[in-house]
Structures are given as structure tokens and as C-alpha cells.
């Protein structure tokens, strides 16, 4: 990308849109286009179109989505469905009728089947069916990475998707009822810390195992692929290694200093087993997650600690 490009990144005050534009204006860049969803509903093609007639970006980041965890996913069906697609297909099919030059699409470690071998590589893509809790949501997804694809196919453009495993860092979502595991155990563990509690209370089993990428580490490599990579089909982002619910609890405590029993809700779902990302695709091409586990907690830690919970 030209360093006076005019870059769009939707849902540029996202966990994930946020970390993109702290990565490029490290990088030098400048020109961005931001829009609020309150000034700019993606679900809109009218709105969509007027846009990018006004502002005619030349690259776009397609962060925006209706993201949230395992209850979120599994409650909110319809709106993970639709939102999606409707932000998918409006912001992909504008971005050829306007002739952008390139577009990377994010997707998500959901999108491959409940029971796909382990670590998952991108050729399992549609080979089973998918885990009932997220199925909405990853039929979204799995229908932005064939948007994505059928444009270069049929019309040659440059639009590329990516497909992180479980993401945390900074403007993370810590709302217990909407969010994904990891600010949600740091929260009731910092809460249990402050209020001296004898325990907390975990959801599910404690078994799945799932893999966690820092958001600055997904930021550096989107730039990475947007700079250097142009194929069809997608690339998964992640660190390549996971940790069972139960252990990650263990680490956050160790970290937090809490002291008490962490407990199970098996009323609760467990969810996909377990959500392993094969990132052989992404070190060939030459990127490797730098953040350990550990060291990115610790950060967002820092950063959440003296939050007012209760
Ligand atoms: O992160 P999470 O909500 O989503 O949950 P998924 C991961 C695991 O942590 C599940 C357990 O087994 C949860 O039952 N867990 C334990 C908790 N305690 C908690 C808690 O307090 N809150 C939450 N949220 N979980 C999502 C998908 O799946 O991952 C999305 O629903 C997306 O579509 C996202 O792909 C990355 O990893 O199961």
C-alpha cells in the first residue's frame, strides 16, 4: 500500500479494527477513512454505496462485524446471520464496483467443522458440519471468504481473507453475558480478587482447548498479508498452540493473584472441543505470532486492572 493511500477500515473502533490503524499508523499512514456505525449502518447497500462514492477508498479492511462469544453466538442467531452477510456482501461488492485495489476480508477459526482433524488447515474448509452454537456465524463467515473468492475469480480483484483463531487485547468486549472467554474470566477473576471470594465460577467443563492470539500480533499480520499476499482462499492467523479452558483460568489467577477455587457451570456450553488453527500456510509465506500467552495477559492486565466492576 502507498503510504498516502486512503485506507478504510470497517469497524475501526472494533478490538480488531482499532489494533489495524494503531499497526499502520506505526507503519506511517496517515489517510484513513473512519466512519462510526452510528454515521454508517454496513447493513445498508443505499448507505454503503454512497460511501464509497464520496469517499473512494483504496483499500479496505473489512473488521466490521457482529461478533461476541459462545452465548452471544448461540442467542442472538438471526442477527449473527444477518448482520453479517449484510455487511459482507454490501462492503465486498462495492468494493469491485468501485474498483478497490485490494480487500482483506477477516473471518474466524469457526468457520471449519466441529469434528475436523487437529490442528485445522485451511483445505478442511466445508468438509463437515459445524458446531451448533456458532453455526450462524460461521455460515456468514464461510460465505464472506466465497464472496471474496468469486470476485477474483470472475472479475480480478485483489480481495484476500484471513481467519484468526480466539483474539484478546485492548477495547476488548468485557460485558459477561456478550463476550468471549478470555476477558470474561479476567473480569470475574480480577471481581473475585477485589472481593476477597472464596471462588470463581467457570463455564462449561473446563475441557475445550482453544488457542489465543494477541490483537496486535493478528494487526501485524493482516498488514503483512496485505502487503505481500494475493491468492485466493484463506489463511489462517494464529499462534499454533492452545490451552484447555480449566488451564487458562489457572494462568489468568496466577497473574491476577486470586488464590481460590475455580468452579464449573456444566449447565453451561462446552462448545466446539477444541479450535487448533495449522498456521504452516502463514510461516511459509514468512510471519510468526510474537506475543506469548502469558505476556499478552499480563498486558491487557495491566490495562484492565483498575477497571469498576463489581
Ligand atoms: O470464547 P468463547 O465464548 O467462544 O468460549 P468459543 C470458549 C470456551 O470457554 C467455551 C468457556 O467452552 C466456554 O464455555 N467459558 C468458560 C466461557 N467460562 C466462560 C465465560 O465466562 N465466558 C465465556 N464466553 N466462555 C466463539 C464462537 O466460540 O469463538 C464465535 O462462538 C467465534 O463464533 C469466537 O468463532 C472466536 O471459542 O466457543
Redesign the pocket.
Known amino acids: 500500500m502507498e503510504k498516502d493511500a486512503r485506507i478504510y477500515v470497517a469497524g475501526h473502533r472494533g478490538m480488531v479494527g482499532s489494533a489495524l490503524i494503531r499497526k499502520m499508523k506505526a507503519e506511517g499512514y496517515s489517510n484513513f477513512i473512519f466512519r462510526n456505525s452510528g454515521d454508517l449502518d454496513l447493513r445498508s447497500q443505499q448507505a454503503v454505496r454512497d460511501f464509497f462514492s464520496l469517499e473512494k477508498p483504496d483499500y479496505v479492511f473489512l473488521a466490521a462485524a457482529k461478533?461476541?462469544?459462545?452465548?452471544?453466538?448461540?442467542v442472538y442467531r438471526a442477527e449473527?446471520l444477518y448482520d453479517n452477510l449484510m455487511i459482507e456482501s454490501n462492503v465486498i461488492h462495492t468494493a469491485y464496483e468501485h474498483k478497490v485495489k485490494k480487500l482483506l476480508f477477516l473471518g474466524?477459526?469457526?468457520i471449519y467443522p466441529k469434528m475436523a482433524p487437529q490442528p485445522l488447515k485451511e483445505d478442511y474448509l466445508l468438509t463437515g458440519p459445524l458446531?451448533d452454537?456458532?453455526e450462524p456465524?460461521?455460515i456468514a463467515k464461510i460465505a464472506g471468504i466465497k464472496l471474496c473468492d468469486a470476485y477474483r475469480a470472475q472479475y480480478g480483484c485483489n480481495f484476500i481473507s484471513v481467519m484468526p483463531?480466539?483474539?484478546f487485547g485492548p477495547n476488548d468486549n468485557y460485558d459477561?453475558h456478550g463476550?468471549?472467554?478470555?476477558p470474561?474470566?479476567l473480569r470475574?477473576i480480577i471481581t473475585a480478587k477485589n472481593q476477597n471470594a472464596d471462588s470463581v465460577e467457570?463455564?462449561?467443563s473446563?475441557k475445550?482447548l482453544?488457542e489465543f492470539l494477541h490483537v496486535d500480533d493478528l494487526a501485524n499480520a493482516c498488514y503483512y498479508l496485505m502487503e505481500t499476499y494475493n491468492e485466493p482462499g484463506l489463511v489462517n492467523i494464529g499462534t499454533g498452540t492452545d490451552i484447555s479452558?480449566m488451564d487458562l483460568?489457572k494462568m489468568i489467577s496466577k497473574i491476577v493473584g486470586f488464590e481460590g477455587e475455580i468452579k464449573n457451570?456444566p449447565s453451561?456450553?462446552?462448545?466446539?472441543p477444541r479450535?487448533l488453527m495449522d498456521v504452516s500456510k502463514l510461516a511459509a509465506v514468512g510471519w510468526k505470532a510474537q506475543i506469548p500467552l502469558e505476556q499478552g495477559i499480563q498486558m491487557v492486565y495491566d490495562e484492565v486492572k483498575d477497571s469498576d466492576w463489581k
Not at 461478533?67 to 448461540?74: E, R, T
Not at 453451561?268 to 466446539?272: A, E, I, L, V
Open positions: 461478533v461476541g462469544g459462545i452465548h452471544a453466538n448461540n449473527f474466524s477459526s469457526c458446531e452454537t456458532n456465524y460461521a483463531t480466539n483474539l459477561l463476550s468471549h472467554v478470555l470474561a474470566l470475574k467457570i463455564w462449561g473446563g475445550p482453544r479452558i483460568a457451570d453451561k456450553p462446552d462448545g466446539t479450535k
